[in-house]
C-alpha cells in the first residue's frame, strides 16, 4: 500500500554505498523504518541524501509489521536549516529527537506531538538565550509526556491530591508517584527527592518558565530529564550535554 504523509528524519544510517535507512516520525502514520534506495546518489528521488531533521513530504510502501517499508519519493522543504547555529539548540534538538525515538512506538500515530516536535525545532533555531532554548525544551518534554499519556501532576499532590500551595515550604518530586509530593506523603514515596520552592513554583505554574533563573530552569530541566530517564529506564544520552551545558 502507498502512503502519503508529512515527516521528519529522526535517525539515519547508511546501509549500502548508496542507500540509507532512515527512521521517520510522520504525522498521521508514526515513528516509520524505511529503506531509501539509491539516496546517497547524485541524483535520487529523495533531492539528495537524507540527513536527520530533513523534513518533508514522504510516499513509502507500508510494510507488514517489523518489516522495513520502502520509501519512494521524498520532498524536502527548507525551515530546520538553523538547527545548527549554536551546540545548545542543536543538542537540545538531538535529545527531542532521542526522545522521540525511544519513547514513542512504531507504528502509533501522534499528529499533535508531531505538530508539537516541529514547532519546537522551528521556534529554538530562534531562541534569543540560552534560558529561551532550555524553556522551550521544558515545553516540548512535557507535550511529549502529556501525549504519550504520561502527563506528570504538578499543581497537586501526586498522592493526596492537596492543591500546591506557593506557601509550601517543603515540596518533593517522586518518579513513582509521577508528581509532586506534600510533606505530608512524602513517607510514603522512598524514591522522592526535595526540590527547590523556587522549582516546585514553576512546575506548578508552567507559564512562568520563561520568567524564571538559569538555576531555576535548571533545576526543572534535571526533575524532568530524571522523570524521562525512569520511564526509559536509562539516562538518556544527550541529557550530560543540556545538564553541563
Ligand atoms: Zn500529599
New binding site residues.
Partial sequence: MLTKDTAICIRCVDYSETSQIVTFFARQSGKISAIAKGSKRAKSSFEGAIEIFSFGDIMFHASQEDKLSTLTEFQQKSGLSGLSRNYLCYNSSLFACELVTNLVDEHDPHPQLFDDFVQFLKDVQTAASQNETISLLIYFQLSLLREIGLQPVLNE?A??K?KYDQKWFDVYFSNSANGI??K??DMSFPDKAKITRQAAYCLANLKNIPKANEQTLNQVERIIINLLASHMQKMPKMAKYILGK
Fill in positions: 499532590c498522592n493526596c492537596n509530593i506534600c505530608d506523603c
